[in-house]
């Protein structure tokens, strides 16, 4: 059964259940280090504490990209030119993109996001904003390759992808999801993409473990999540949350970590995690110039300029999708 569950479109079994969440719970929980996928976090509690983040003080990613997109519009401009289709990928309810439609004058705005609700009241909001704009809302997974409306088949395409979102992905799953961008947008597209730079550890922990707790809340409401749809005993007072750096793969790593012994059930499976054993709730890369430039170049996308905000914390990065001509 296909059914239309607060924001996104969800394939639930004859109970309730989203199966797709209670298969990733139930293999990530049996692995010998257990993690949940990243994705889970983003329930309604989670996506609006997702929005509180962004307003603590050491959060610094969001306001730092907004900083670039703020001041760099002449930039924009000219390396981007008029006239373009501006496709975001998981528009949801940014309030980065007019920053960017601002000093561009695209031709036609194209949101794509899986949350269909959060999907059309961007779209209302933007279309109130630029009235002249044309703003054809699709709701659509992005890790696919999605059929782009006809109506901008001939403008030439610019692919958005702000908040360093790239970097909630291993490696060959963010290769996987530029190569598909590429696909959806065509040969001869830009795409400008928001990278996360790395910095001093402390700050970098201080940014995912914040002191108001916020982070917490947001790392602990995904075991409160599993306990809810997942009919879960999870005692969530006895997980702590924990950001940790992890040099050899450059990111940051969100955990729940079992204060006690503890012996649970999910959907009527058991588990038992050991005092310090560590569910794996989240990556989030962080990059140098050389890195974000490789791993774009595998995805098919030739950097071609590169901003930084003035704390030069955050990068943005505009690419082409275009054949390289460099030998060999
Ligand atoms: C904006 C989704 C990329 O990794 O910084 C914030 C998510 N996780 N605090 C990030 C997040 C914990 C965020 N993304």
């Not at 702590?240 to 793969?249: G, M, T, V």
Request: glycine share 8%.
């Amino acid at each position: 059964m296909t059914s239309t569950k607060g924001l996104a479109l969800v394939d639930l079994d004859e109970t309730g259940i989203d199966k797709a969440f209670r298969s990733d719970v139930l293999e990530g929980l049996s692995q010998p280090q257990k993690a949940v996928p990243a994705r889970w976090l983003y329930d309604d509690a989670g996506s609006q504490l997702f929005e509180d983040i962004t307003k603590v003080p050491e959060y610094y990613p969001t306001r730092a990209e907004t900083e670039i997109l703020r001041d760099r519009g002449q930039d924009f401009a000219e390396a981007i030119g008029s006239g373009r289709a501006v496709v975001e990928f998981g528009s949801g309810s940014s309030v980065k993109t007019p920053l960017l439609l601002e000093s561009i004058s695209p031709a036609a705005y194209v949101p794509l996001d899986i949350a269909g609700d959060f999907l059309r009241a961007a779209a209302a909001d933007l279309s109130a904003k630029f009235p002249g704009l044309p703003v054809f809302p699709v709701e659509a997974d992005f890790m696919r390759r999605v059929e782009l409306p006809e109506e901008v088949a001939d403008m030439p395409k610019m692919g958005f992808f702000p908040g360093s979102t790239i970097g909630n992905m291993v490696p060959r799953t963010a290769v996987d999801l530029l190569r598909t961008m590429r696909d959806t947008l065509g040969e001869g597209s830009q795409l400008l993409i928001g990278f996360d730079l790395i910095k001093d550890r402390q700050v970098l922990k201080a940014a995912y473990d914040d002191a108001a707790g916020v982070t917490a809340e947001f790392n602990l409401n995904l075991a409160r999540r599993i306990n809810r749809e997942l009919d879960g005993n999870l005692d969530v007072a006895s997980l702590k949350h924990e950001a940790r750096w992890n040099d050899d793969f450059a990111r940051i790593e969100m955990h729940l970590v079992a204060q006690r012994d503890m012996e649970f059930e999910v959907a009527g499976r058991k588990f038992t995690l050991r005092r310090g054993e560590t569910i794996h709730t989240e990556n989030s890369h962080k990059f140098g110039k050389r890195s974000a430039n490789t791993l774009l170049l595998a995805g098919g996308w030739t950097p071609v300029s590169r901003w930084l905000d003035s704390k030069e914390r955050f990068s943005l990065i505009l690419a082409e999708a275009s054949i390289p001509r460099s030998a060999p």
